[in-house]
Structures are given as structure tokens and as C-alpha cells.
């Protein structure tokens, strides 16, 4: 497995995702890889080593702007990603967090198709990834206590409930 930076794997995975798609397909991957990149420099260094925390402390010391995507690889991007899934850290827009939620395990997917990471080393962060979207397609308002009002008040009209089949 080549050694990239969390940069070049984004710049490679958002070009290759972006080809061919409608403009307002092209903004919200892009507004999804800006969220992304916004995550992995506030947040990367709490999946990191002390050792690889004091190094990227040393790097921002150097050169603060995209510190982490510089210095780390496709290996701590994927330990990464399931928090880039916690809601404060889903877009606001409704459509941009679809995006965000279905481009992360995508991301995943590509990273082990293009031997950027090893199925077998790296199975727990996949996993949790995976497990990150899953939890992230139920929506906010499953998501505990903290939205147990919105729950309680419904956001409308009920629907029929689940595991009924409204069209007979």
C-alpha cells in the first residue's frame, strides 16, 4: 500500500465522485469535502497517538492551515471518519447532510478499492464508519434525550406507523 496524504486521497476521491455529475450534485460534494476537511483539522487528533499528536502540534506550529491532511494518510482519515458523522458535525442543509451521509461510507468503499487501506489492519475503522452512517441515516430525531422534545411533539401530521404498508 502507497503512503498519500488525507489531501491528495480527498482531492483524488471528490474528483473522481464530482466527474459527470449535475452542478448542484458537484456543490454539495464539495461543501461535503470543505465540512470534511473543517472536521479532520479540528477534530483528526483525537484518533492520533501522543506521538502523532505532539508531530501534528509541531506542523500547526509550522504551518497551521491543513495541518492534518498534510501529514497524515488514508489509514488515520479512515479511523477518522465516524465522527465526522456526529451530528455537530452533519451540514444543516438536509440535502448536503444526505450527501455527507452517503459519501461517507462511499469514501470508505474507494479507499479499500484503491488498496489505500488493509481490509484486514484496518476492519474496526470501516466498521465503525459504516456503523456511523447507518446511525446518521436514522435521523436526528432518534438520536436520544437531547431531541426527546422534537420526538414528543412530532414534526407534524402522524403517518402510518412503522412496518405499515400504506399503499395496500
Known amino acids: 500500500m502507497e503512503k ?3 489531501d491528495l486521497v480527498l482531492n483524488t476521491f471528490f474528483a473522481f465522485s464530482c466527474a459527470g455529475k449535475q452542478t448542484p450534485t458537484r456543490a454539495r460534494y464539495l461543501r461535503v469535502a470543505l465540512q470534511l476537511r473543517r472536521y479532520l483539522e479540528a477534530e483528526g487528533a483525537r484518533i492520533l497517538c501522543a506521538e502523532d499528536q505532539a508531530l ?14 498534510r501529514l497524515f494518510g488514508a489509514h488515520e482519515l479512515a479511523y ?10 452533519l451540514l444543516p442543509d438536509l440535502q448536503d447532510r444526505r450527501t455527507q451521509v452517503a459519501l ?20 474496526p475503522a470501516i466498521r465503525s464508519a459504516r456503523a456511523a452512517a447507518a446511525e446518521a441515516r436514522k435521523g436526528p430525531a432518534r438520536k436520544g434525550p ?8 412530532g414534526p407534524g401530521p402522524p403517518g402510518p406507523a412503522l412496518g ?3 399503499g395496500g
Not at 477518522?80 to 458535525?89: D, N, T
Not at 469514501?107 to 488493509?118: A, G, V, Y
Request: net charge negative.
Open 56 to 69: 501534528l502540534a509541531l506542523e500547526r506550529s509550522l504551518e497551521p492551515e491543513a495541518a492534518f491532511a
Open 146 to 153: 437531547a431531541r426527546k422534545g422534537f420526538a414528543e411533539e
Open 104 to 123: 461517507t461510507p462511499r469514501l470508505i468503499q474507494w479507499l479499500c478499492n484503491s488498496c489505500l487501506l488493509d481490509p484486514g489492519r484496518d476492519r
Open 80 to 89: 477518522a471518519l465516524s465522527g465526522f458523522l456526529e451530528p455537530e458535525w
Open 4 to 6: 498519500q496524504s488525507v
Open 164 to 166: 405499515d404498508n400504506p
